[in-house]
């Protein structure tokens, strides 16, 4: 893919999501973030337009999007794969006898504390299992508190 790398590139946080990176990217380029719209371009993908910045992040999130970031950011293809719930999918199946049995949760889980610490969103955190956060020991929240 031939694409033009962004003028400011930013490094991938441990555990982040890939929509969490392109809000981030997005602002270090003052670019608009709504919908990934300066970074991604779905009608030259041929990606359905109604995806949200949540959705790229999925299992099944297009290689076509993955290529596009790593171009654009200047990241490597595996590193942009590990900001997408495929981290945790040998295969990129979901559903029973896989690493992910269930489906993930329409909202994405918090650490209030984590968020103060970091404003970041932790890939983890969308995982249909995540119930508390590791590093402070708390309930995650499914809403803002």
Known sequence: MS???????IASRGNESL??????????????????GGILDYRALHV???RTTADVAGVRTPSQI???????AGLDIVEVVD?????????GRTGP????????????????????DDPYC?????????????????LLHRWCP
């Open 3 to 9: 694409t033009r790398q962004l003028p400011t590139t």
């Open 19 to 36: 929509d969490s990176y392109l809000v981030r990217l997005g602002h270090a380029n003052a670019m608009p973030v709504a919908g990934a």
């Open 48 to 50: 359905p337009q109604n």
């Open 66 to 72: 993955i290529e596009l970031v790593a171009d654009r």
């Open 83 to 91: 900001l997408t719930m495929r981290r945790y999918s040998i295969d």
């Open 97 to 116: 006898n896989t690493r992910l049995p269930w489906r993930a949760p329409h909202a994405t889980a918090i650490c209030p504390a984590c968020i103060i």
């Open 122 to 138: 932790r890939l983890s955190w969308r995982l249909p299992q995540a119930i508390h956060c590791p590093e402070h020991h708390q």
